[in-house]
């Protein structure tokens, strides 16, 4: 059986990371490479969609608005920021 190269129910399309990263010079990615920066990819984005919960139960409401979303992305890059050497 022949193994697939792409997931299907990833969240970035592989054929499309692969072309950002391209784009940017790297021309060969192994396929565990991909994996692991998708897994990855993964992760953030779940961690994000929490913090996003958290900001928007804090303000009361059940609808996420834009606000919430700009208040945890400036949070998460000021501490990433934090780490930069």
Excluded: A, F, H, P
């Excluded at 928007?56 to 000021?78: A, P, Q, S, W, Y």
């Amino acid at each position: 059986m022949e193994k697939k190269s792409n997931k299907d129910n990833s969240l970035i399309k592989r054929k499309n990371l692969v072309l950002m990263m391209k784009k940017e010079g790297i021309m060969n990615i192994s396929k565990d490479s991909l994996d692991l920066l998708e897994g990855e990819i993964e992760r953030y984005l779940e961690s994000l969609v929490v913090l996003m919960k958290e900001e928007m139960l804090i303000n009361g409401r059940r609808t996420l608005k834009k606000e919430d979303v700009r208040v945890v992305l400036d949070d998460r890059n000021k501490k990433e920021d934090v780490w930069e050497v």
